[in-house]
């Protein structure tokens, strides 16, 4: 992988540039939806593509439990398996052992935690991470980490940053020792991690930039902290990360969050935002989110957005997808879901452009003073009488 700095803007510290990789190139800032297991929920890869994706994110974790990496291999790694031909990007697991609490025990030699399907026991080392994905295929590998929660205290939020930085040390020694799939070149990202304490994302960055990785990622935000606190981490992160190499904010998926974080110099970006607030009916407009189970959308004959592009504005209306919703059909998943990575792709595709006419400020000012982050309406009952 190859990462290549084309455009900076004037006023802030956004960017654009290149991912070259063994299955494309992919224009950055990018952001990646969330493929959990081998698929990006309701859409298939030719709607992927029509809609402008170009890389996806895979879930070591779930896809270590099943079907397997041993299967995916066989199968011809992650492209094979789910007839996907751009790039991947695999996380490390770290975060979704952090998530299951209540089933891992965490120690220096790695993680071993018990599965969340049938209850059996699983270690996570480092290296068995490094292998893994291996065998995934993927182009872009993340190293173990240790996620902490919020709020968390300072001796906590320092004894996992350490330790990350150590299994950091291994992952990084054990990558140029193992063999990359099929011939293939895969690249490694380091993680920073810290909470919101400001010394100890200093000393994470510093110690895991001096391994010199093939890319860089701000983990362990956007999990209960206030935003401001989660742009000051941002902020602070990408002041000390390399510039001639790629930096990715992990799970922050928030449209007015991710336009503040290109702003701050962040490339990558991934989150299941788009396609869970679609499934669930919920639905991103230039204006502002829409829920469409609202009441108020009962006879809404517009689209959902008048300036979007998507096979769902250009043929459907608020009404009959609010119908689709409430009698629960499958169609209604799909058709937001769609919109919604159309959005995101669309809302990278004008940060670039601005960021690459040197004017990213005035256009995020712009995007701001038209975008609400809530609904001005309350939410309504449905026809059953539950809250949606």
Known sequence: MHFTL??????????????????????????????????????????????????ILGNTYHLYLRPGPELIREAGG????????????????????????????????????????????HTFTPEHVIDVQRSLGSDIMMVLDECVGYPCGYEEAMKAAQRTTRWAGRSIRYFYQSEPFAGSPQALFGIVQGSTYEDIRRQSAESITAMRFDGYAVGGLAVGEPKSAMMEMTDLCTCMLPEDQPRYLMGV?????????????????DCVIPTRNGRNGTVFTWSGKLVLKNNKYQRDFRPIDENCRCYTCRTFTRAYLRHLFMTREILGLRLATLHNIQFYIELMERARNAIEAGGYSKWQKSFFEKYRTHETEPVTENEGGNRV
């Open 6 to 55: 084309k455009n900076k803007d004037t006023l802030s510290r956004a960017r654009s540039g290149f991912l070259t990789t063994p299955h494309g190139d992919v224009r950055t800032p990018v952001f990646m939806p969330v493929g959990t297991q081998a698929t990006v929920k309701t859409l298939t890869p030719r709607e992927l593509i029509s809609a402008g994706v170009k890389m």
């Open 78 to 121: 992650l492209h094979g398996f789910m007839s996907w031909q751009n790039p991947v990007l695999t996380d490390s697991g770290g975060y979704q052992v952090f998530s299951l609490s209540d089933l891992r025990k965490i120690d220096d030699d790695g993680v071993r935690f018990q599965s969340h399907i049938d209850g059996s026991y």
């Open 253 to 269: 998926g928030k449209p007015e969050d991710i336009v503040s974080a290109v702003g701050l110099g962040i490339d990558m970006f």
